[in-house]
């Protein structure tokens, strides 16, 4: 039957064209590509379901694994930690017992020097009140003399001042009275210089009118003359000679000339007196004008004297004030110190009667032991040496207070050291936690259970390594909750 088929196919595909054999060969081409993707995608999602059929297998047989390894790693380390852990009791019992020992020597020794500093308070306090006592004097004898120098300069300075000023106006007065004097002396040789100018004037105009006078007098007795000369001569006719009439005309007219030129002289004399006179008005005048130049620069010189004087007086009064401030300021300051100094003896005192109320307390036998004690170490001293004494009370109170300083610094560094020990305990048992704890990150990990991590330890301090060498060994740190666990 196939072989009929294939046959009447091969008619039939014989009988095709090209068009309809290449269309046939190509949807053949597709139907099998098609049945190819079919059977990857079915192929695929069979392959898938095994896969995670296979990983859930995985998973499951992974957990059970991981249980069991944790079960075995949990009896491992519970025998481990309980060993750690009575290791760590023991050491932790031995350090309390070495720890209540340090405290109990540091009660005793912070007794001992709470008497050490109750007894030095007391000295303390003794000698404060001696010097408070010193101190009192002294500013009592230093505001004493303070005083005492603050009325001197005061009286001195007011004695010096009422002495320039007595002397500043008695000087003022001898240059009021030299200027009176001076100005009475100027006026009145103004007045003789006036007066005599005025007599000169009135004696040449005197002496002009005078001559004046006479002249006219002189002339008019002339004129009176030739008249009655021409008259005789008219009188005695013409048979006289006319030239001794001129002859006498000539020699009157000499005579007048003559006069003239005296009268000439006279004013020119006069004009001469005058202007000597003038020169020595001036001359008069310069001098008196020096004079008040010089009184003038006397007075300028001495009120630049006063003015000197004045401002020194003022710069030693500044001064003296100034000191005195400061001496005020340094008072002031000694005030403050001892009001500092009795603030620190009260502060004293307040702890010397806490001392009091706290060394009440203390048994009666440790103080009878102490003081037996103290009077075993000084059995050949005299109550006469207090000095001694007290500076031996004090060496000794020093020494104890260095001893407690340096106890107490011990103990801090020991406090600082078990401090970073508790520190690091507590970081390594966070790890510690931290490693014991399975996250979804650590599963993911390939073995995760076969993983080893470093024991946790704890290192010690070097300063503790070097006072306890006990403690150089490390510690492991167990897990509290597994240790019960196991120990149920």
């Known amino acids: 039957m196939p072989k009929k088929a294939k046959k009447g196919g091969a008619g039939k595909a014989v009988g095709k064209t090209e068009e309809e054999r290449l269309m046939f060969l190509q949807q053949r ?15 695929t999602l069979f392959l898938k379901d095994k896969l995670q059929k296979e990983e859930r297998n995985a998973a499951v047989n992974l957990l059970k694994l991981n249980e069991g390894w944790r079960s075995v790693l949990r009896q491992t380390r519970a025998s481990e930690l309980r060993k750690d852990l ?54 009592e004898v230093e505001q004493q003399q303070w005083e005492s120098v603050l009325q001197q300069l005061t009286s001195r300075f007011s004695s010096d001042r009422e002495q320039m000023l007595s002397n500043a106006k008695q000087k003022q007065d001898d240059l009021k009275d030299t200027s009176f004097a001076v100005e ?11 007066k005599l100018y005025i007599d000169s004037i009135a004696a040449y105009h005197s002496a002009h009118q005078e001559r004046l006078q006479s002249l006219g007098l002189e002339d008019a007795e002339r004129l009176d003359q030739m008249k009655r000369k021409n008259q005789k001569a008219v009188e005695v006719g013409s048979e006289e000679d006319s030239l001794p009439f001129l002859h006498c005309m000539k020699q ?27 020169t020595e008005n001036v001359s ?67 702890m010397e009667s806490e001392q009091r109320t706290i060394s009440s307390l203390i048994p009666a ?11 075993a170490e000084e059995p050949g001293k005299e109550p006469g040496k207090e000095p001694g004494k007290e500076m031996s009370a004090l060496c000794h109170v020093t020494l104890s207070m260095n001893t407690s300083l340096l106890q107490r610094e011990a103990l801090r560094r020991n406090r600082d050291a078990l401090m970073g020990e508790n520190q690091q305990l507590r970081i390594l048992l966070r790890q510690h936690l931290d490693a014991m704890t399975l996250t979804d990150h650590d599963l993911e990990e390939a073995h995760p259970l076969l993983s080893v991590y470093r024991a946790p330890t704890t290192s010690t301090h070097p300063e503790n390594q070097r006072k306890h060498p006990d403690n150089e060994r490390k510690h492991t740190v167990v897990e509290a909750v597994h240790a019960a666990k196991h120990a149920l």
């Open 86 to 139: 009575t290791v760590l009791s023991q050491t932790f019992e031995r350090q309390l017992d070495g720890l209540d020992s340090v405290v109990k020597t540091l009660e005793r020794d912070l007794q001992a020097a709470e008497r050490q500093s109750a007894q030095v308070r007391r000295v303390h306090l003794q000698h404060l009140e001696q010097l408070w006592a010193q101190q009192h004097q002294q500013l």
């Open 184 to 194: 009475q002396k100027h006026k009145t040789v103004m007045l003789e210089i006036h």
């Open 29 to 43: 081409a597709q139907a099998e590509e098609e049945m190819n993707r079919k059977k990857e995608e079915v192929l």
């Open 365 to 375: 036998e440790e103080q009878r032991q102490e003081e037996t004690a103290a009077e």
């Open 252 to 278: 009157g007219l000499k005579d007048d000339v003559r006069n003239v030129k005296r009268l000439q002289e006279l004013v020119i004399n006069l004009r001469v007196q005058l202007t000597s006179s003038r």
């Open 284 to 350: 008069v005048e310069r001098e008196l004008t020096e004079a008040r130049d010089q009184m003038r620069s006397q007075t300028q010189v001495l009120r630049d004297y006063l003015t000197a004087n004045q401002t020194v007086a003022r710069k030693q009064l500044t001064d003296v004030t100034m000191q005195s401030d400061q001496a005020v300021k340094k008072l002031q300051a000694v005030i403050a110190r001892g009001q500092k100094v009795l603030r620190v003896a009260e502060m004293c005192r307040k």
